[in-house]
């Protein structure tokens, strides 16, 4: 797999999360039935809605 496209994946990843985390602040019944629908797991969703937008940021950075 190219360096170009493991950054790209992680970079669409990043916007995959924040979205759903904020569904999830929202409605978390929604957020919950969204990333249930893709596969993600729902806990790290949970986590990632109670944290400020820099948090976020960098707890998905890696």
Same mark, same amino acid.
């Given at each position: 797999? +190219? /360096?170009a496209?493991?950054?790209? @994946?992680?970079?669409?990843?990043?916007?995959?999360?924040t979205?759903? =985390? @904020?569904?999830?602040? /929202?409605?978390?019944?929604?957020g +919950?039935?969204? =990333? !249930? !629908?893709?596969? @993600?797991?729902?806990?790290?969703?949970?986590? @990632? =809605?109670?944290? &400020?937008? /820099?948090?976020?940021?960098?707890? &998905?950075?890696?």
């Open positions: 797999m +190219s /360096a496209f493991q950054c790209n @994946l992680k970079r669409h990843l990043f916007y995959v999360l979205q759903i =985390a @904020l569904f999830f602040k /929202a409605d978390p019944d929604y +919950s039935r969204v =990333a !249930g !629908g893709l596969e @993600l797991d729902v806990k790290e969703v949970k986590i @990632l =809605a109670s944290m &400020t937008k /820099a948090e976020c940021v960098k707890a &998905t950075e890696k």
